[in-house]
């Protein structure tokens, strides 16, 4: 039997404690945005190798950039935590399924797929999403408007960029040719998250990919992998190289849910209430020219969960923070904040705070 979907109130408490927890391990958080003052940012760095790189970035309440590129070699990937989401897809997640359905043949890669939509209020929804939607590809029009793409040998791509800098003169007829004409298309630059959205702004959600199969120096085991149904060696052969399964961390219950249960909750996920840590990157692609803006999944943490058929069953709500409380791997940037549920006015559940045990 399924509870009752939580309030927008509730959402907007849930959201609340979100904006109010430290950042952890992420380095940007929108709901805290208008409070720190902090914003995304996409310029070009030179990094440790000399070499000159469009990255994205994250600036400080005084304009500055958070990380030295100057001292590292590659750019990092910047982790975004989004507001409490209303999962409407989710794809490849339950290991038995993507055994059973697996194709060696197929041409894409083997990666879990997430879509979330509003919860809550859908225009407060979509004015923090906007961060990593239409903000950021105007960041980034404005980026290769000024600097190209930083790519070596792309004079192609290059001089159409400049050629409609001349002709379009400012920066927001710029922008907008950029983000209709090369993001919402198949070529380079792109932005593939948003590239949805742009097409179909009425649907306007958002989809993240993981790789479920993570390189690696070696074949490494997982506690997971006896959840693939002996289809394991099957899909390392179709990767080519060694690596590890890594299926997306979910936190559920104020903890990583562990291969026990992993299977049925990664059924559950679609109609769940969740939020997401999203890591964010522009990738060069030397050999081909291509320069590709991407969002993969970090982790999933379900406020509550779907049921079989996509609705809440949950009643009791858990939001887990990025910050450190956990000792299991993959775990230790998690602060878990305990909520149950009670009655809103309009009769349904709202979240509150409960004593936590030491």
């Not at 975004?80 to 055994?99: D, M, V």
């Not at 979910?250 to 969740?274: C, F, Q, T």
Request: hydrophobic share 35%; proline share 5%.
């Amino acid at each position: 039997m399924s509870s009752t979907p939580l309030s927008t109130a509730s959402i907007r408490s849930l959201n609340a404690k979100i904006r109010s927890s430290p950042l952890g391990n992420v380095d940007f958080c929108p709901l805290q945005a208008s409070v720190t003052g902090s914003s995304l940012t996409i310029d070009k760095k030179t990094l440790k190798s000399g070499s000159e790189e469009l990255v994205v970035g994250v600036l400080d309440g005084k304009g500055e950039m958070v990380y030295d590129f100057a001292r590292n070699k590659t750019a990092p990937l910047i982790k975004f935590r989004t507001p409490i989401s209303h999962i409407t897809g989710a794809y490849s997640f339950p290991p038995k399924l993507l055994a059973k359905w697996f194709d060696p043949t197929a041409a894409h890669d083997i990666t879990a797929c997430l879509q979330l939509s509003p919860a809550g209020d859908p225009a407060e929804w979509h004015e923090i999403m906007d961060e990593i939607g239409p903000k950021l590809a105007r960041k980034f029009a404005n980026a290769v408007r000024e600097h190209g793409t930083c790519i070596p040998g792309d004079e192609k791509t290059n001089k159409r960029l400049q050629k409609k800098k001349e002709s379009l003169k400012t920066e927001e007829k710029f922008s907008q040719w950029f983000e209709t004409d090369m993001l919402g298309g198949d070529g380079t630059p792109h932005m593939s998250h948003y590239k949805g959205r742009i097409l179909d702004p009425e649907n306007a959600g958002f989809t993240f990919r993981s790789n479920l199969f993570k390189g690696a120096e070696k074949m490494t085991s997982s506690v997971y992998d006896d959840l693939l149904d002996g289809k394991l060696e099957e899909m390392r052969e179709k990767v080519g190289k060694p690596c590890r399964f890594a299926p997306v961390p979910i936190y559920w219950h104020n903890k990583m849910v562990g291969p026990d249960e992993y299977d049925e909750v990664a059924r559950r996920l679609k109609g769940s209430l969740a939020y997401a840590v999203i890591w964010i990157k522009l990738f060069a692609n030397a050999k081909n020219r291509v320069l590709s803006l991407k969002c993969g999944i970090d982790k999933v943490v379900i406020a509550q969960l779907g049921d079989a058929s996509g609705g809440g069953s949950d009643a009791v709500v858990n939001v887990a923070m990025d910050a450190e409380v956990e000792e299991e791997e993959g775990s230790k940037d998690v602060l878990n904040i305990f909520a149950d549920v009670s009655q809103d006015d309009d009769g349904a559940p709202s979240a509150k705070r409960v004593k936590t045990s030491e």
